[in-house]
């Protein structure tokens, strides 16, 4: 892992693993759609699910975090997904923490 790609938040080392594209897209398939599969596009999510099991306790300050982030790094994930529908993802998750 390169240092300056490493987020600076509480629990950013798990963040940094997980990718914030596919961490809002893992726990969008959990807690809002199944059919959702956009997650399940990499190759390394047998480790990333592991690392997002133990990184729970962050995951609200992350999308939080995510709503904020830079679309043009955020539109770089191999998901298939916009910056604008993490977002958007990333805002009905938080809904479920209210």
């Known amino acids: 892992m390169r ?3 490493l987020y600076r938040i509480e629990g950013g080392e798990y963040l940094t693993t ?3 594209s596919w961490f809002v897209s893992y726990s ?4 809002i759609d199944s059919t959702h599969k956009n997650w399940n596009m990499v190759t390394t999510t047998y480790n990333r ?4 099991k133990i990184s729970t ?3 609200e300050l992350w ?4 709503l904020y982030m830079n679309d043009a790094n955020l539109n770089k994930n191999s998901l ?3 910056a604008k529908t993490v977002k958007e ?10």
Not at 63 to 66: F, P
């Open 3 to 5: 240092e300056n790609h």
């Open 63 to 66: 999308l939080e975090k995510i």
């Open 28 to 31: 969008y398939y959990l807690k």
């Open 49 to 52: 699910i592991r690392n997002y």
């Open 80 to 82: 298939g997904l916009s």
């Open 89 to 98: 993802m990333a805002k009905k998750l938080l809904e479920q923490y209210n």
């Open 18 to 20: 997980l990718g914030s």
């Open 57 to 59: 306790q962050y995951h």
